[in-house]
């Protein structure tokens, strides 16, 4: 955007929104209304009462988004809660996000915690960290590893890649259990899995490997199972 203007807050203080090249705080800071830049740099607490649709964002402090969230590439290493959609090109995770509508973007990278009260809608999900979505996952590439607890309520993808962290980590979301992942319904072309509990695991060739609970296994190709994974019923269809 040609817009030259920046706003930046760096103690406290309360600007209404607009459309501005770069906006930072550092400070503590509350933005009215909709807010259209180049770059968003949050290293302070920051709460933008409205939309925000930037080229580039970095949260690396506390920040609160009332209403859509749009950008080409972004990056949150503090906390942060949208209460809208997020929409964009990449993202990566290293802090805690919480995101209470959809997400669709190209790319997800997750090595903090991130919750999505909807669905996720991506090319490519990564995972090293803990999340919880509330709706379908669904990705071309998928490739999970568990560092802490995970939930979804349904994964869909055409190569699904599931396995046990070797690092030891402490999540928030890993103080009551084990780590594990948790869902309904996976469902793919390429299945390989470890440690996952769930009702349904549905593809063309499906390996479960270890740590892993399933009621029903569907398959059209391949099917093979751990010594230590339990499934009640496989069928080829």
Excluded: P, W
């Amino acid at each position: 955007m040609e817009n030259k203007n920046n706003l930046k807050i760096s103690g406290s203080g309360s600007m209404s929104g607009g459309k501005y090249n770069e906006v930072s705080v550092s400070g503590s800071g509350k933005i009215t209304g909709d807010i259209e830049c180049n770059k968003l740099h949050i290293s302070g607490s920051s709460k933008i009462e409205g939309n925000v649709k930037t080229r580039e964002f970095k949260i690396s402090g506390s920040c609160k988004v009332g209403g859509n969230l749009e950008f080409l590439e972004g990056r949150t290493s503090g906390s942060s809660y949208i209460l809208g959609d997020v929409k964009g090109l990449k993202m990566s995770v290293s802090g805690g996000t919480k995101i209470d509508g959809k997400v669709c973007l190209d790319e997800v990278r997750v090595s903090g915690d991130i919750y999505i009260g909807k669905d996720c809608e991506v090319e490519k999900f990564q995972s090293s960290g803990g999340f919880k979505i509330e709706g379908l996952l669904n990705a071309e590439n998928i490739e999970i590893e568990i560092g802490s607890k995970c939930y979804v309520n349904e994964i869909g993808g055409k190569s699904i890649l599931i396995k046990k962290s070797e690092v030891f980590g402490i999540s928030l979301m890993n103080l009551f259990g084990k780590k594990n992942l948790t869902a309904d319904v996976i469902e793919g072309d390429d299945i390989d899995i470890e440690e996952v509990v769930a009702k349904v695991v549905r593809g063309k060739n499906v390996h479960i490997g270890s740590g892993c609970t399933i009621d029903r296994v569907e398959y059209s190709e391949s099917f093979e199972i751990s010594d230590n994974s339990k499934v009640k019923l496989n069928k080829k269809i």
